[in-house]
């Protein structure tokens, strides 16, 4: 899972990594004065090894997202849980065969 700063946390990494078995790579939003970084998970996430992973292409993501939300609209109108998957899974396949 890639995400930008503001989901640096280290519960966040580790709801990721131990509950949902996936990794995160999240760069690290640095708020000590000598430039550390706290937690098992956020100390591992250098520049090297988010480049690595592939983090520099978080774009391609960002654009659809964006690309979506501006031709469907943001919010779902759906009140139930399997309604709610049915339209968004809906709205990203018309997306898709919309391009």
Known sequence: ??????YDAEWVHEFC???WNVESWIPPAVHRDDGGVNGH????????KL???G???RWIV???MSGLKR???SALCARTEKSLFTEAGLRVLAYA???
């Open 41 to 48: 998970y956020r100390s591992q996430m250098t520049e090297e």
């Open 51 to 53: 480049k690595e992973k």
């Open 17 to 19: 990594r131990e509950d």
């Open 71 to 73: 031709t469907t609209g």
């Open 62 to 64: 960002e654009s659809f």
């Open 1 to 6: 899972m890639f995400a930008d700063k503001g």
């Open 97 to 99: 065969l919309r391009r």
């Open 55 to 57: 983090y520099g292409k």
